[in-house]
């Protein structure tokens, strides 16, 4: 089945797409913090090699994930979908 263009989705699956990606938002949260708090440890136990460097690259993904969810923003302020 072919993926529908956001404009042509009804309110309901805006909203549950809306849902999804805030969901997917705490996950990424919970991943930074994670990935932060082992570099954090690596550098106080003066182990910053390439354990400590793994993190790092995580978290270098998900901050440079492009952000193509502000035209499903953008939709639903128009609708008025906050």
Do not use: H
Request: hydrophobic share 50%.
């Amino acid at each position: 089945m072919a993926q529908k263009n956001l404009s042509e989705l009804t309110d309901q699956e805006l909203l549950a797409k809306a849902k999804k990606i805030k969901s997917n938002n705490q996950i990424n949260a919970f991943l930074i913090g994670l990935c932060i708090g082992i570099i954090i440890y690596a550098v106080a136990k003066n182990n910053f090699g390439f354990f400590g460097l793994i993190p790092v690259l995580i978290a270098f993904k998900v901050f440079n994930k492009p952000n193509n969810n502000v035209e499903l923003i953008k939709l639903l302020n128009e609708r008025n979908l906050n």
